[in-house]
């Protein structure tokens, strides 16, 4: 987890729908062992097969490299549970993307890095997408204090985040510890359960 | 009926350690691990210094960067050889039992969970991974997590989780020759789209679900995540009971008449009420085949490529345009008949043995054609062994196939097996996403059968005129 509450910071549009985590990193960028993911992220977007860059991509353009927010179409983070796409663009500097809707693993993944995920109308990430594009310097500013999004050339937009995704995230509480705390509360549970459902009860 | 309760109602009831502010606190009663998305929980759980909770039920398993050559061993494929020997000391230092590399129930980790039993009627059921819905095949609630909730559930068993909303997927009408439970899952999201079930827990309905055997019903629960659900399962019946008797993990003797008359219980009442109903007619379905780069992008063997410049909104039209550059597809030809270089069957979608059965059926007799490579992974070790007793793998070999190891192999392409750049394939896999099996690779999913049609015939081919049914 990574402490959130106003974060500014170059965003970068990346306006298609549906991309996957296939996308945001390959199965070719996690041989070897762990590493650096950041530096391989978007990995067959951002590199050819030999790893020179791919001039035209988004992130690989003076203007958003660096990025610390995505502008997303519809879908974003689908496929792959894999956690490795949600390290790869926080190990990029990615602290929030903005999306019309986001694929389930991927979101709650998000969530347990710290890495904010803010589902808008689509005609509003269309909108601010517009206004980066449009901007002097692509900077904009994710308040989870205030909830809202600041850019250049709009009026702040109010975004909406369960009360207790927001606290952990300002507090930088994870769930591992909130589990952990259960574990007495969890134990009681498997002993209603072991005599509810005796056939569950494994002997290995 | 106002009590009335759909399936997942009382799965999650039964779950339900306790409420958890706007979450809840959710019992999981079997944990699967494999390779890939374990190494970091382990590291959490050392860290805090805690062991794993319930380690009688968590299995730890090597399937998706395990090379799938003969005699292969965690060396095989050099650059994933690290994760292998990182899995084998994380289950031995934390007491997991794995099942390695040449373990007689090794295989792709959705393919053993039901193989073994592991996997049981209104049974909670996660892996770090998401394809996980598989198992809902047996009527399981089962779904995929990240790494941080695979520590979550290591050190105690549980997730907090959102309650998803109910999503029934009704399938009515009579499949055709040559149309599979593949066919069946590819028309859902190609009719409603890859975010129809994002945010639902779906029941897979109707007449065309009850007669599918169990092997079809984990095909379509496997590509519940393609449909954008977390999970996805079958209502357990007469078949599941069948299906699971005898199996080493499934309770035996009188445990089995206890369990058998809970099992009745775990289907949605009459009455119950979801909050989404979808339908799709199985009588006029073709065979399906991807034409784009998302599993949305599907169209009946027998129909054009479609054109973008017939849609309306913007953003599709773009992505359409996008997708057919990068399959070098022309709008308005005919699908049937793309020239392909690789033909590949296996998966946890499709590498179950009835589906290599289907697919020798096919090549029995018949050989590969030139210039094509066609490859076949049985989703198990247990599968390839039920399917080399049967000497299926003499029909796949005299054809001019391929028949290799069991694990995850093309279709994640992490292992060593992948599609050159810029070449074609057709696969019984689960994701046509761009780069999928390989940098530049070009991927058409679809049925078993329909990867073995084309292999022979070296194009995309309708198995039914193949077949001489259509």
């Known amino acids: 987890m990574k402490r959130f509450d106003t974060v500014t910071g170059i965003a970068a549009p990346l306006m298609r729908d549906n991309i996957d985590t296939d996308a945001i990193i390959a199965a070719r960028a996690m041989e070897g062992g762990p590493r650096d993911l950041g530096a391989v992220a978007f990995t067959n977007w951002r590199f050819d097969l030999n790893w020179a860059e791919q001039p035209e991509f988004v992130l690989n353009q003076p203007r958003y490299r660096g990025a610390t927010f995505l502008v997303a179409g519809r879908n974003f983070g689908c496929g792959s549970s894999r956690e490795s796409a949600v390290w790869a663009l926080a190990q990029y500097g990615i602290r929030a993307v903005i999306a019309p809707s986001f694929g389930d693993i991927f979101q709650e993944n998000a969530l347990q890095n710290g890495l904010l995920p803010i589902p808008l109308d689509t005609e509003l990430v269309q909108t601010i997408a517009a206004a980066i594009e449009r901007s002097n310097d692509a900077h904009m500013t994710v308040d989870l204090v205030r909830n809202e999004i600041r850019v250049a050339g709009l009026a702040p937009i109010p975004f909406a985040i369960a009360p207790e995704r927001r606290r952990a995230l300002l507090e930088d509480k994870g769930d591992f510890d909130l589990l952990v705390e259960q574990l007495p509360r969890i134990g009681e549970f498997e002993a209603r359960d072991r005599a509810a459902r005796p056939w569950m009860e494994l002997n290995r | ?470």
């Open chain 2, 1 to 470: 009926m106002t009590d009335s309760l759909t399936l997942f109602d009382k799965m999650w009831d039964r779950h339900l350690v306790s409420p958890f502010g706007d979450r809840s606190l959710i019992y999981i009663d079997r944990h699967f691990l494999q390779e890939t998305t374990c190494y970091e929980a382990f590291d959490t759980l050392r860290k805090a210094g805690i062991g794993v909770h319930a380690p009688q039920q968590t299995f730890g398993v090597i399937d998706h960067c395990v090379s799938t050559e003969t005699g292969r061993n965690a060396h095989s494929f050099p650059p994933t050889a690290h994760w292998i020997e990182a899995m084998r000391k994380n289950c031995a230092e934390f007491g997991v039992e794995l099942y390695d590399i040449d373990d007689a129930r090794q295989g792709i980790v959705h393919v053993i969970g039901p193989e073994l039993g592991i996997a049981l009627p209104g049974t909670t059921l996660v892996c770090g991974d998401s394809h996980t819905a598989t198992c809902g095949g047996l009527g399981a609630w089962a779904f995929g997590i990240g790494t941080s909730q695979v520590g979550q559930v290591l050190a105690s068993q549980c997730l907090l989780l959102t309650r998803p909303r109910t999503l029934r997927a009704t399938f009515t009408g009579r499949l055709g020759k040559g149309v599979y439970a593949k066919d069946m899952i590819l028309g859902l999201i190609g009719k409603y789209g890859t975010a129809a079930g994002t945010g639902f827990a779906v029941e897979y309905a109707g007449p065309a679900i009850r007669s599918l055997p169990i092997e079809g019903r984990m095909t379509i629960s496997n590509m519940s995540v393609e449909f954008g659900a977390r999970s996805g399962f079958v209502a357990a019946d007469d078949t599941t009971f069948a299906y699971l008797h005898g199996r080493p993990f499934v309770p035996a003797g009188a445990q089995w008449d206890l369990a058998l008359e809970d099992w009745r219980r775990q289907v949605s009442d009459d009455g119950a009420t979801f909050d989404r109903e979808l339908e799709l007619d199985c009588a006029t379905l073709a065979p399906q085949i991807s034409w784009g780069t998302s599993p949305q992008d599907v169209v009946g063997i027998d129909r054009a490529v479609p054109d973008p410049a017939a849609i309306d909104d913007p953003e599709r039209r773009r992505s359409m345009e996008k997708a057919l550059r990068y399959m070098a597809l022309t709008p308005g030809t005919r699908i049937e008949g793309t020239p392909i270089d690789v033909a590949f069957i296996g998966s946890c979608t499709n590498g179950r043995l009835s589906d290599i059965e289907e697919a020798a059926r096919i090549v029995r007799g018949r050989r590969v054609k030139e210039g094509v490579r066609a490859v076949v992974v049985p989703g198990s070790t247990a599968v390839k062994a039920r399917a080399e007793a049967l000497g299926l793998h003499d029909v796949f070999r005299d054809a001019g196939f391929e028949w290799r190891e069991s694990g995850c192999s093309m279709c994640v392409s992490g292992n060593g097996d992948f599609v050159p750049p810029g070449k074609r394939s057709i696969s019984s896999t689960n994701r046509n996403f761009e780069n999928r099996q390989g940098p530049g690779s070009r991927t058409h999913i679809a049925s078993p059968a329909m990867v073995a049609a084309a292999a022979v015939t070296g194009c995309i081919t309708d198995v039914r005129r193949l077949e001489g049914l259509a």
